[in-house]
């Protein structure tokens, strides 16, 4: 099952965390947290400026959209090179903040520059945050991942859209929400109760190959895929699905649309 990353303690990763592979090569093979070869005023020169600490790259948004995806933060910073999003979530639902890492710290005054801008009718704050906070974010998910999957998944049917109830189901179903990083194997996992293989997972990418966080699912009967719908806002990992009825017509449009 997909997880964020594990805490580690003393010694472990970088910071006492293991993460995705995203923030993995963010933390060990970025130019920007290695040295630099630029001499600008001679070795003492060069010896001061590497000594001062690197600002890290990273900002936080707050006023998301409640069905944010992270690849709704890669659009709405589009341009920039982000590294990683971490969508942040409070007892299992979306808070409407996130953290958003890039490549150097020079695109965080780009990223500010989209303060109180739209996405969709909504305005995005945008503020300038610290690596500790995000790491703080990081292991605040983690835990909250764990303690989810030692507790059942809640189905949130408080929340459950009257709208899907009344849709027709035609034996696939769209996922959104998901993590970048899962798999069909993980989605397979997901929907256990069902007997699913490789071949009934569609993960949506966008043109360069990236996963855009939406995914397509064949059952095997219509009455199948209505049971499946019972998994509507539950957890994959420290994430909640949203469940959709759809068509295979629908998953192949998403296929070759490029995004």
Do not use: W
Not at 58 to 65: A, I, T, Y
Not at 96 to 106: K, S
Not at 128 to 133: T, V
Not at 156 to 178: C, D, M, Q
């Amino acid at each position: 099952m997909y997880s964020r990353g594990n805490v580690l303690g003393s010694g472990g990763g970088a910071d006492g965390f293991e993460v995705g592979a995203k923030r993995q090569r963010m933390l060990d093979t970025s130019s920007y947290f290695g040295g630099s070869s630029l001499l600008y005023g001679g070795p003492a020169f060069s010896s001061a400026l590497l000594a001062q600490p690197r600002p890290f790259p990273v900002v936080r948004l707050r006023g998301l959209p409640f069905n944010c995806t992270e690849s709704d933060v890669h659009e709405f910073f589009a341009g920039l090179d982000v590294v990683d999003v971490l969508l942040v979530h409070k007892q299992g639902r979306f808070s409407g903040e996130a953290y958003c890492v890039f490549g150097a710290p020079m695109q965080v005054d780009f990223a500010l520059q989209k303060n109180r801008q739209n996405m969709g009718r909504r305005y995005i704050e945008v503020f300038r945050s610290k690596k500790q906070e995000y790491y703080h974010a990081v292991a605040a998910e983690v835990a909250e991942g764990k303690s989810l999957d030692r507790e059942p998944a809640p189905s949130f049917p408080a929340t459950k859209s009257p709208e899907k109830e009344h849709l027709e189901h035609t034996g696939v179903l769209k996922l959104r929400g998901l993590p970048f990083s899962a798999s069909k194997r993980d989605i397979i996992e997901f929907f256990k109760e069902s007997d699913l293989t490789h071949e009934n997972v569609h993960i949506v990418v966008h043109s360069d190959g990236r996963a855009t966080g939406e995914a397509y699912v064949e059952f095997r009967s219509p009455a199948e895929s209505k049971i499946a719908m019972g998994k509507d806002k539950m957890m994959l990992g420290s994430r909640y699905i949203e469940l959709f009825p759809s068509s295979r017509e629908e998953a192949v449009r998403a296929a070759a649309k490029p995004k």
